[in-house]
């Protein structure tokens, strides 16, 4: 009888964030709330394909790592040992660690880069996949740019052609006995170099074919200062990192005893929020200006939400605030009236939530919604208020998570595109049907948020992925 293949994941994390300008090593840089080394720990962990993680570390921070697994539950991380001097050394360490454990015949490895966080599912699961039929897996994307060969002097020595060249990414997978064997040729070769794992095997077992799999521009590696930014605009785009969802029994199970607080509850977003969580068992309190009197520009009206909650309920669990105007208009035209008021909804309210109900969200180890807008990435003419108001509110969820994040209350911020909501016909009157997101999926997502452990995120909700191919 032979023996069940099993998948493993090697999350190649041995880097160092000297290129960075950091004293920690790379991978543990915060990007979209979470670590590079989270995200791309999720990445591996959470695929159906992958039955077990091992986390190659750079030496001395291994503590990190394991304090990351136990506090997210990664169940199947069996370990967490030190990488090597070379990224060769490190995969080398990787291959004893596995063939002690398992015969190496029938394991299937994947070895993937720390610090390429944006890796999708379909990368991973084609690379295994393509083991059924090849013993080596490499996965790279066409060059947009014309790649030329320099001589010692710069001058060009020559420029292939770009129809024939692509540009390599990570993972490459392996069967394990094969990895082992092009290693252990490499080992008596006393001139070996390489700089990753399919030219070692490229070079001492060239009879095995090494198929490519098509990569991902996303699936970029997080090397220089400017990756760290472009990673972080590249989750708030893709949406690749959003939680997963629920079958209707977990939402139920989720919800079992709750209580939520919902400002702004009366109609659009919020009032879609109340209703899903409702209609998954949770005691849901909604307050706004049309059916309660409460203006969230008033410190003593959240006070008072709060109390009223507290005595309903007993305890709150989550908080959202989808309350919000969207006065329009040339600032230079704008009265000082509607000045105060659009910063008082927009920008204070949320201050005047936060801090209002914090004591109620420690007390449940709770969770902190709050709503942003496209335009905070990038002010609009004809709504500056608005827009100035909800970039502070994104800065306002990434403070508050790295302030809370000790005491276990999480935060985290919704951006949804354009959406069919009473506040957008309102200031844009109709707009042609199908182009706009339906509130109800921007609630799905939101209480989707609310149940994840995950802080400090901005997520977008989109009707398409950006960057899908067509």
Known sequence: MSTPVKNVGVLLAGGVGSRVGLDIPKQLIKVAGKTLLEHTLVALHDHPDVDEVLVMMTPGHTDAVRDIVRKAGFEKVTAILEGGETRNATTQRAIDHLS??????????????????????????ECFAALADYPAVDVAIPSADTIIEVAPDDTIRSIPPRAALRRGQTPQAFRLDVLARAYELADADPDFTATDDCSVVLRYLPDEPIIVVHGDDRNMKVTEPIDVFIADKLFQLTGIDLPRGRDEAGYAEAFKGKTMVVFGGSYGIG???AALASSYGATVLSYSRSTTGTDVGRRADIAAAAEDAITKAGSIDFVVNTAGVLPRGSLLETTEETVYAATDINYLGPIFIAQEFYPHLLASKGSLLLFTSSSYTRGRGGYSLYSSAKAATVNLTQALADEWAEDGVRVNCINPERTATPMRTKAFGAEPPGTLLESEAVARTSVDVLLSDQSGHVYDVRKDDPFALD
């Open 271 to 273: 009032a879609d929020i």
């Open 100 to 125: 002690a454990q398992h015969d190496p015949a029938s394991v299937r490895i994947l070895l993937h880069d720390a610090v390429r966080p944006l890796v999708t599912p379909r990368i991973i699961g």
